[in-house]
């Protein structure tokens, strides 16, 4: 069981990324992903999850409206469009998978019991 993120990588502020997340080793489409960041001295905070069925993905206020995630479970695959990128959206980028097929409102809070390595997404000029 495995989660990979990639994508990360240095942009100015206003630009854009788009993260990738491979999963391996089960079945995508029965799990929820998130995906979280944490950037130095900082807590790890919840950015965005989207269920199983592609229903109702969840943003943290913070990346709402400039941020979009999306999930193909055929290539096994999640993502993360990151639009209009902040200085304060540096951080290392985890996806990660939940113990269920749904988010829900408090789905930060959920037990995701697998984590990817982390991408590095540094926005400066």
């Known amino acids: 069981v495995q989660l990979q993120a990639s994508g990360g990588g240095l942009v100015q502020p206003g630009g854009s990324l788009r993260l990738s997340c491979a999963a391996s080793?089960?079945?995508?489409?029965?799990?929820?992903i998130g995906w979280f960041r944490q950037a130095p001295g900082k807590e790890r905070e919840g950015v965005s999850c989207?269920?199983?069925?592609?229903?109702?993905?969840y943003y943290a206020d913070s990346v709402k409206g400039r941020f979009t995630i999306s999930r193909d479970n055929a290539k096994k695959m999640v993502y993360l469009q990151m639009n209009s990128l902040k200085p304060e959206d540096t951080a290392v980028y985890y996806c990660?998978?939940?113990?269920?097929?749904?988010?829900?409102?408090?789905?930060?809070?959920?037990?995701?019991?697998?984590w990817g390595q982390g991408t590095q997404v540094t926005v400066s000029s």
């Open positions: 989207i269920s199983s069925s592609y229903s109702m993905p």
């Open positions: 990660a998978r939940a113990p269920s097929s749904t988010c829900g409102v408090y789905w930060a809070r959920l037990g995701f019991d697998t």
């Open positions: 080793g089960f079945t995508l489409g029965v799990y929820a």
